[in-house]
């Protein structure tokens, strides 16, 4: 019964986003309640699919999180394999540090990040949402890779040694396939997160050159001053929604895998 009570209450939400989408809007508002959709109508995703700016988002959206999530891999990947594997002065004091980053709120640096992107030409650029999205994907994925690296037995890097292998051949060659679990896992949920990111997306960008999903969707208007398109808004949240939980579904395993992988050593 517990488990049927959280499933209940994690769920509806998405139940209940899409029901809206569907409802015809002179019924949004109606009394009673009605918990379904009947008749469905399809107005609200023919609008959204309809407005350019919604459809420029949706690709300025994936390139975006597609871009910091591979940052974040690559540049993640090598500074946990230099962390995990590497001895060297200050090694617990730098991940600590990148540790103590992600309690900063993004408010208390949004302001700072936003004089760095006006002073180097970046605003209401993609790029500019690419780059400062390191500072919110990059300390977790480098935490997340390092245990993973750390639980590979250092024979194997040993044995890649003597045949000759330098570091970086060792780190492609044996850890990366190895840890092929946790990167999976570590890039989706760093995708997740920039992919839904709000506040840097809005304060970054300027106009629907660069706006994401997110400021898109938060900006929908009805057609007089007072009215909010719910219909539209949900829809829109939905169609925005739909990559993720496809990416979800096809990499379940590796998710599954990923996080469990470097639970134990050796």
């Given amino acids: 019964m517990l488990l049927a009570v959280m499933v209940i209450y994690t769920a509806f939400p998405f139940y209940w986003a899409i029901t809206t989408s569907l409802t015809p809007v002179d019924k949004?508002?109606?009394?009673?309640?009605?918990y379904a959709p009947l008749p469905p109508s399809t107005d609200g995703y023919t609008t959204v699919m309809r407005n350019p700016i919604f459809v420029r988002a949706l690709v300025n959206s994936v390139l975006v999180a597609m871009g910091a999530t591979a940052m974040a891999i690559?540049?993640?990947?090598?500074?946990?394999?230099?962390?995990?594997?590497?001895?060297?002065?200050?090694?617990?004091a730098i991940m600590y540090l990148l540790l103590a980053m992600?309690?900063?709120p993004q408010m208390a640096v949004v302001g700072s990040l936003f004089?760095?992107?006006?002073?180097?030409g970046l605003y209401n650029t993609r790029l500019a949402l690419v780059i400062t999205y390191m500072l919110i994907t990059l300390p977790f994925t480098v935490w997340v890779l390092a245990s993973y690296f750390r639980s590979i037995p250092s024979e194997l890097e040993e044995a890649a040694t003597m045949d000759g292998a330098s570091s970086f051949q060792a780190l492609w060659h044996v850890f990366v396939p190895i840890s092929l679990p946790g990167i999976v896992t570590t890039a989706l949920i760093a995708m997740i997160v920039t992919w839904n990111e709000y506040l840097f997306a809005l304060s970054f960008t300027a106009d629907e050159a660069a706006w994401t999903v997110p400021v898109v969707v938060a900006q929908f208007t009805g057609e007089t001053r007072h009215e909010i398109p719910w219909?539209?808004?949900m829809a829109g949240g939905v169609i925005a929604t739909a990559p993720l939980v496809l990416l979800v579904y096809v990499f379940q395993r590796r998710i599954v895998g990923g996080l469990t992988a470097g639970a134990v050593k050796g």
Avoid: D, N, W
């Fill in 231 to 233: 219909a539209q808004i």
């Fill in 115 to 120: 004089q760095m992107v006006t002073a180097t």
């Fill in 74 to 92: 690559v540049a993640g990947s090598l500074a946990a394999f230099a962390l995990a594997r590497f001895q060297f002065v200050g090694r617990e």
């Fill in 102 to 104: 992600t309690m900063f």
């Fill in 28 to 34: 949004l508002g109606a009394i009673p309640v009605s």
